[in-house]
Each structure stands twice: as structure tokens, then as C-alpha cells.
Nanobody, 127 residues
Framework: QVQLVESGGGLVQAGGSLSLSCAAS????????MGWVRQAPGKEREFVGA????????SYGNSVKGRFTISRDNARNTVWLQMNSLRPEGTAVYFC????????????????????WGQGTQVTVSS
């Protein structure tokens, strides 16, 4: 079965950095569009970033542009989210997601398009 396992969350001070990783199994990773979505307490899910199958196309939510970078290694079935200049409003559970049915080599920005989700990893940014 498909498994997406996130790691790398934790507590960081505002202005600091964290790197999240997502290890995927049970799917054709190189054919899957991957993304990161976060959800803060009491709020709706928010698109953070996405990367196309090949890694050549990326997209970011407006609130993280210029600070976060998404990347992938298809040989290692892994996608990363490098988060710099973190802000307290970035406190949330961060989820890795996969769209295994998308036929094009484009980043997927629609949260509803993703078929599989990880369990999430908590990121807490202190002020």
C-alpha cells in the first residue's frame, strides 16, 4: 500500500530554518506529483508547495514564496521541504501528499487533487 512518512518537524525560533522530508513507498514515485500542505489549529488546510514528477516545475503558496524550497529525488523516493526565515504563523502540522494519477509534468496546486497523504509532522515556530 502507499505510504508517505514525514520527518524533520520540531520546535524552532522565528527566523530559523527546518528541513522536512517525506519518504514514499508503494507507488510509482517518479510518476507522481508531490506536494506539501499544512494545517494550523482551527484553520483550513493551506497549500505550501508542490513539485512536478520530474522536479522541473515547482509552485508555492503566496505566504511562503521566497522562503521555502521544495525538491525531490526520484532515485530515493523522497521529497523535501526546506523552510527558511520561519514565522510564528508557520506553526502547523505539515503533510506530504501524492497525486498518482496526474498525467502532466506540472506542479499540482489543488489540495483536492492529491490522492494520498502522510500522517503529518508538527512544526512549531516560537516568537
Amino acid at each position: 500500500q502507499v505510504q508517505l512518512v514525514e520527518s524533520g518537524g520540531g520546535l524552532v525560533q522565528a527566523g530559523g530554518s527546518l528541513s522536512l522530508s517525506c519518504a514514499a513507498s508503494g507507488l510509482r514515485f517518479s510518476s507522481s506529483a508531490m506536494g506539501w500542505v499544512r494545517q494550523a489549529p482551527g484553520k483550513e488546510r493551506e497549500f505550501v508547495g508542490a513539485v512536478s514528477r520530474s522536479g522541473q516545475d515547482t509552485s508555492y503558496g503566496n505566504s511562503v514564496k521566497g522562503r521555502f524550497t521544495i525538491s525531490r529525488d526520484n532515485a530515493r523516493n523522497t521529497v523535501w521541504l526546506q523552510m527558511n526565515s520561519l514565522r510564528p504563523e508557520g506553526t502547523a502540522v505539515y503533510f506530504c501528499a501524492a497525486d498518482v494519477n496526474y498525467l502532466y509534468d506540472h506542479a499540482r496546486i489543488s489540495i483536492g487533487a492529491y490522492d494520498y497523504w502522510g500522517q503529518g509532522t508538527q512544526v512549531t515556530v516560537s516568537s
